[in-house]
């Protein structure tokens, strides 16, 4: 007699395999690993290639020790875990940080709740904000952003070899009172931030190539287009009313976009299959979640980005998204 075997998300129900989702988002990631080591030069490559043994390796070594089970790091869900950190982290991030991040993201964010398919929050994101939190200055200390003038912002001392991110660069520009358009001209225009001629995380080093990642999901039906487009289109629209509200005070919705980690996490992280919601309807709400979360901490919070939060708190909403706008079953009116 067969048995009926049930086991955690995610649930596949094509052909497809857990194992061929994992690698064609891996392959969906290169093009941005490509930018990323082209602007950074060997840094990014070292910060790749740590991240992901470490998390690799770690998940291994948990899996074996601690869970006692069979090992999925073949599965590529850790390979993943080990892009995704490397990518929301400095290019000048020393190596014993990178291994810290992986052992937060893979003990903590993944293995803690079973491994795979079990986990809440997504793993990177949880790595990544650990860091923040406990390394702000090596967090913050971003590869040299060269269209940056030290004059840029009227009261402060900025270097050029410091590395300042956009978004920092508003912000501090905010805080001294700074017209915020006339800032704008000094930093680098929406081509540039296409290509990749930015300051700041190595996933942030070409916006082209983060859309080219998403295309190649959408078309493997590896995403669905709903939480980007609700995500992208709130923080636009949102972004669009303060700065037509104010245009001294806030930026454009076309900066907010191509600036900073939206575009990576819109794309590569909310839609993680395990920690967003399963209808449709469900995530339209969770990227709306998550792009008025973002434009509200980019403007009002402590920090000049966003995202990672943003995504780790909609996370925490996802069973209760679950719950509300659960499909219709099968004879119910």
Not at 55 to 62: D, G, K, S
Not at 237 to 258: D, G, K, R, S
Not at 290 to 308: A, D, K, Q
Request: contains cysteine; hydrophobic residues 50%; proline residues 5%.
């Amino acid at each position: 007699m067969s048995l009926l075997q049930v086991s955690g998300s995610p649930h596949v129900h094509t052909t497809d395999s857990t194992k061929k989702i994992m690698w064609t988002v891996v392959i969906a990631l290169v093009p941005t690993l490509v930018f990323s080591i082209i602007y950074f030069g060997w840094n990014a490559a070292r910060v790749t290639l740590i991240s992901v043994l470490a998390c690799v390796l770690l998940e291994w070594f948990f899996q074996k020790v601690f869970l006692k089970g069979k090992t999925s790091i073949t599965d590529g869900s850790a390979v993943i875990t080990g892009l995704l950190l490397a990518f929301n982290v400095p290019s000048t991030l020393p190596f014993w940080i990178v291994i810290i991040g992986a052992a937060v993201a893979i003990g903590i964010g993944k293995m803690t709740f079973g491994g795979l398919g079990k986990n809440p929050f997504n793993p990177a994101l949880v790595g990544r904000v650990f860091l923040l939190i406990s390394f702000p200055q090596q967090m913050t200390d971003w590869a040299r952003f060269p269209f940056l003038s030290s004059n840029a912002i009227s009261g402060a001392t900025v270097d050029a070899t410091t590395g300042a991110t956009p978004l920092a660069l508003i912000r501090q520009a905010m805080k001294n009172g700074q017209n915020v358009s006339e800032l704008v001209q000094n930093l680098p225009s929406h081509a540039q931030f296409l290509i990749g001629d930015r300051g700041g995380s190595l996933g942030e080093a070409a916006a082209i190539a983060i859309l080219i990642g998403g295309i190649i999901m959408l078309v493997r039906k590896v995403i669905s287009w709903h939480i980007p487009v609700s995500f992208i289109g709130t923080a636009f629209v949102f972004a669009a009313v303060l700065h037509w509200a104010n245009p001294a005070m806030y930026i454009t919705p076309e900066f907010h976009i191509l600036a900073g980690g939206l575009l990576l996490g819109a794309i590569f992280m909310a839609t993680d299959m395990v920690t967003s919601p399963m209808s449709n309807w469900g995530k339209i709400i969770f990227g709306i979640g998550c792009g008025l979360l973002t434009i509200l901490i980019r403007v009002w919070g402590s920090y000049p980005e966003g995202v990672s939060f943003a995504i780790l708190i909609m996370n925490g909403f996802t069973p209760l998204i679950n719950k509300g706008f659960k499909p219709k079953r099968f004879g119910k009116g």
